[in-house]
């Protein structure tokens, strides 16, 4: 096999996230004089060569804040991993009427609220990720102006109203995506059903007949939206975890159950306000990756040269970036046209149960800007550039074919690869990979030549 000589180490993070000049420098130093004269014998007439040492580096960073407004789904809870760290999910949105002119031309004097709930409905295929105990949930009051016109990330964390809206007692709440819970001799869909404070209902029913409940835009106006989090001070490595939500599903709204106490006008009543594609609705995420118990993260975020292990996490938590300073030794040694690049990336140990590793992984290259864009050949149409997880072999395997041939034509700088999770800004997964330099199964980019 083709091995090409690795580069001095590096140690700075730094300097690989931003410095295409450290590739160029690692892309100086020259292959052995007799590259590739072994791997083709007298007689062998296939015209193949093929090369499965190339050198890869690979090393973990620290994602920017991504775009979560909008997706098909939210994400609520906490857990604590051993090997990344604390994760917490939040959820911002707004609730709506569900018609104009609230109590307009009635007397609402005798109006008195029951209940009131906020209802989220679990994502029916995947309800979660984790350990689903019990948590506490909490639930503020928004004050800041939501707009369908902007863009909200992970860390876009609005301002709030110090009182929980939660009611007394009854934060602490079993999720069970289990259970179809009966209200009302109906049978719903699976959804986590957060009671909240009578006043902050009863709060609500005051505003029947006035301007407030003209129309939304009033109504947002009054109530600007909610913040719903979680606070799980206690819990320990291997405890907690994320709730999957769909805030579209028709069942995910705030209803309050209330009473018309006039003489002659008694009934039981409820009201829903509306969680729909006209709400803002997005996840915040925090990751205390100082918290992993586990020395791996921790130590691969402090040296990038360490290249056993790399870390991909969702919701704005972990990529991997790959570099190969020394492809264009292959032009220089007579190497030009490729029949396939093949990059194959193997899951690194064991994981957890409730903390399995991403079903699929995506590729980026990586323009001379820092921008990601997609490879050539997840562009063309009938071609599929893999990414799936073999569970069976423990694997991710990438035909990078068209990438790679057009970065020796030098059709492309050789400004590197990312590798992040497949769902990145509706997940919270997390990936631990074998790099190149693990001493059983590495991280490595086969690549075979034709030599006709």
Not at 112 to 122: G, H, K, P, Q
Not at 198 to 216: C, H, I, K
Not at 220 to 242: E, F, R, S, T, Y
Not at 360 to 389: C, K
Request: include cysteine; proline fraction near 7%.
């Amino acid at each position: 096999m083709i091995a090409l000589a690795a580069p001095p180490p590096f140690r700075s993070a730094g300097v690989l996230l931003g410095s295409l000049a450290l590739l160029a420098l690692a892309a100086c130093k020259r292959p052995e004089a007799e590259l590739g004269r072994d791997l083709i014998g007298p007689a062998d007439t296939l015209g193949v060569v093929v090369s499965d040492s190339t050198t890869l580096l690979a090393w973990t960073v620290r994602e920017q804040p991504v775009k979560t407004n909008g997706l098909s789904r939210n994400a609520l809870g906490s857990y604590v991993d051993p090997r990344f760290g604390t994760v917490r999910a939040r959820i911002v949105t707004q609730v709506r009427l569900s018609t104009n002119n609230v109590g307009a031309g009635q007397d609402n004097s005798g109006l008195v609220i029951d209940s009131a709930v906020l209802a989220l409905r679990f994502e029916p295929s995947t309800p979660g990720y984790g350990d689903l105990s019990a948590q506490h949930f909490t639930v503020h009051e928004i004050t800041d102006a939501l707009s369908l016109d902007s863009t909200y990330r992970v860390d876009d964390v609005p301002a709030t109203l110090p009182d929980d809206l939660v009611r007394a007692h009854s934060g602490l709440i079993t999720p069970r995506p289990d259970v179809r819970p009966v209200v009302g001799g109906d049978t719903l869909g699976t959804q986590l059903r957060i009671p909240l404070d009578p006043a902050f209902g009863q709060r609500l029913l005051g505003r029947f007949g006035t301007a407030d409940m003209v129309d939304n835009a009033a109504f947002l106006n009054h109530l600007k939206g909610l913040l719903i989090g979680v606070d799980n001070p206690g819990q320990m490595p291997g405890q907690g975890g994320i709730l999957y939500l769909n805030l579209l599903l028709a069942e995910s709204r705030l209803t309050l159950y209330y009473r018309n106490t006039l003489p002659g006008a008694e009934d039981t009543l409820s009201f829903d306000l509306l969680i729909n594609e006209n709400c803002v609705r997005y996840t915040l995420m925090e990751h205390g990756h100082g918290a992993a118990v586990e020395p791996g993260l921790p130590e691969a975020l402090a040296d990038t040269a360490l290249g056993t292990a790399c870390y991909l996490q969702s919701l704005g938590g972990l990529r991997t970036r790959l570099a190969v300073p020394h492809i264009l030794d292959y032009p220089d040694r007579g190497l030009h046209a490729l029949a396939k690049a093949e990059l194959v990336v193997p899951v690194r140990g064991d994981w957890p149960d409730a903390l399995p590793p991403s079903t699929s992984l995506f590729v980026f290259r990586t323009n001379e800007d820092g921008e990601d864009l997609l490879l050539p050949d997840q562009l063309s149409a009938g071609l599929s550039i893999g990414g799936e997880l073999d569970a069976d072999d423990g694997v991710y395997r990438f035909v990078i074919t068209r990438y790679m041939q057009r970065l020796l034509n030098g059709a492309y700088p050789n400004t590197g690869l990312s590798i992040v999770p497949g769902n990145g800004g509706v997940a919270v997964d997390r990936t631990v990979l074998r790099g190149p330099l693990d001493p059983e199964d590495p991280m490595r980019l086969i690549l075979t030549f034709t030599t006709y």
